[in-house]
Nanobody, 128 residues
Framework: QVPLTESGGGLVQAGDSLRLSCTAP????????MGWFRQAPGKEREFVAA????????YYADSVKGRFTISRDNNKNTMYLTMDRLKPEDTAVYYC?????????????????????WGQGTQVTVSA
């Protein structure tokens, strides 16, 4: 499959906001569930947030609940991660992923990583 493409990362200060975007040029994402993951230096990749195909259902890791918002615009074939009140511990490479054929939250949260389609990642760095 065509890989996903993330954008929107950068260097910000603690307390700032960023919005990440994820799309797949030439491939429709409108019927599958999607999610965001991150990997900090020296740590394993961890789940951040997931959204079902319609955008009606979302699910978050406890560490970002109340600060991050996952959303999607199926008319633009794009998923977003709006990150508010950023902390230095949010520093990581952020990856988006989609289920190849699942449309529920579970298709992201419960799937082995090898079963998802991934982007190349975008760096988010939060300075204290």
């Amino acid at each position: 499959q065509v890989p996903l493409t993330e954008s929107g990362g950068g260097l910000v200060q603690a307390g700032d906001s960023l919005r990440l975007s994820c799309t797949a040029p030439g491939r429709s994402l409108t019927t599958v569930s999607m999610g965001w993951f991150r990997q900090a230096p020296g740590k394993e990749r961890e789940f951040v947030a997931a959204i079902n195909w319609s955008g009606y259902n979302t699910y978050y890791a406890d560490s970002v609940k109340g600060r991050f918002t996952i959303s999607r615009d199926n008319n633009k074939n794009t998923m977003y991660l709006t990150m508010d009140r950023l902390k230095p511990e949010d520093t990581a490479v952020y990856y988006c992923a989609n289920s190849p054929d699942g449309n529920s939250i579970a298709a992201i949260v419960q799937a082995p990583p090898r079963n998802l389609n991934w982007g190349q990642g975008t760096q988010v760095t939060v300075s204290a």
